[in-house]
């Protein structure tokens, strides 16, 4: 049997770090009512020029570095991202071309919150199926580029970064299962509402900004990311105790304590990212898991349960042996 193993991890955030403190002088509200609703307390914004790419770019040299792999090694890139440097070349591309690798099928992934998971789904087909030995699946946003900086309701919640993760077909464990889903029903409710095909002078103007019905979203997370869990576990016939460590999409942490009771886990073996993170979208759960193998929280052999929920809406999850 094949498997699709975490050989290795890296993640990248930018130098700038903007507080909720600062954000008092930019829109009206309080360094209070942001931690209160959602744990953060500061957020990583990409410099004037720093791309999505370029964050691409410094995660993935970390995880091909954790991996010892050659970069030529590598037979799959994928990256999941809602904020690409370009209409095309894909971000992936990009990506290929600045790592100076040559020939490998490169794609981007676009589940909004959810493109690691969906990405990360992608490649272990692809390994499982013997069409790839050694993936590249990265993470990684630019969010703050269509945040409505005047917008209270939004801007306090997301941030810039970007996680990578190496793949590598083995015969011990790794990825056990991936569950992804989608219902496009919801499109309203969390969206940035023009594109190139709908509305491109609206882009062109630079009011290419996300628009959200927060306390719905959140609603919505916490039922659909329940029975993602419920789901993953019955797919794979274990019990919550199980699990060694939740590795959440870091949006809210409400949303994640609530996934955590759903899980009867102790908050003690959930990585949470957010305060310092805010929401990166397709870069926080990479950025989590980094964090986490990095700081010796997450050891091999123990089973993680990685989870998202994003704009679509989409969701997803990996049960993963790292
Ligand atoms: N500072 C101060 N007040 C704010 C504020 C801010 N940054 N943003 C909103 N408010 C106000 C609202 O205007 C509202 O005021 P009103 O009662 O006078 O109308 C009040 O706070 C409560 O707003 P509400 O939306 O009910 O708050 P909430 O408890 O639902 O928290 C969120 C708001 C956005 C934090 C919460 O709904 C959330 O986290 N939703 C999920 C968002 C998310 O994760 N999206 C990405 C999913 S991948």
């Known amino acids: 049997m094949v498997y699709s193993r975490i050989a290795g991890t890296g993640s990248y955030l930018p130098e700038k770090i903007l507080t909720n403190k600062d954000l008092e002088s930019m829109v009206d509200t309080t360094d209070q009512w942001i931690r209160e609703r959602t744990g953060i307390e500061q957020r990583h914004i990409a410099a004037e020029g720093e791309t999505t790419c370029d964050l691409a770019e410094a995660a993935s040299r970390k995880a091909i570095e954790a991996a010892g792999i050659n970069v030529d090694d ?36 676009q589940a909004v919150c959810t493109g690691f998971i969906y990405a990360l789904s992608v490649a272990d087909q692809f390994i499982r199926s013997g069409s790839a030995k050694t993936a590249l699946v990265v993470g990684a946003e630019t969010l703050s580029r269509i ?3 005047k917008d209270r309701n939004t801007c306090v919640l997301f941030g810039d970064g970007a996680g990578a993760v190496i793949l590598q077909a083995s015969d011990q464990k790794g990825i056990e299962s991936t569950h992804i889903g989608a219902d496009g029903a919801y499109e309203d409710l969390l969206t940035v509402p023009v594109g190139i095909s709908s509305g491109f002078e609206r882009v062109q103007a630079g009011d290419a900004f996300i628009q959200m019905k927060g306390n719905e979203v959140f609603k919505m997370a916490v039922k ?11 797919a794979n016939q274990l019990e919550k105790s199980d699990i060694d460590w939740l590795i959440p999409h870091q949006a809210n942490t409400r949303i994640i304590t609530a996934t955590a009771k759903k899980l009867k886990m102790s908050m003690d073996h959930v990585v949470v990212t957010v305060q310092k993170h805010g929401n990166t979208s397709a870069a926080s759960v990479p950025l989590a898991l980094d964090a986490a193998v990095r700081s010796g929280q997450v050891k091999r052999g123990e089973r993680l349960l990685l989870e998202a929920f994003g704009g679509g809406f989409t969701w997803g999850s990996a049960l993963v042996i790292y």
């Open 74 to 109: 590598i037979d799959l890139i994928i990256v999941g991202t809602t904020t690409p440097d370009k209409v095309f070349p894909s971000t992936a591309c990009l990506l290929q071309k600045r790592l100076g690798n040559r020939g490998a099928p490169a794609f981007d992934v």
């Open 147 to 149: 945040v409505d900086w």
């Open 224 to 234: 659909t990311l329940g029975k993602v869990v419920d789901e993953t576990l019955s």
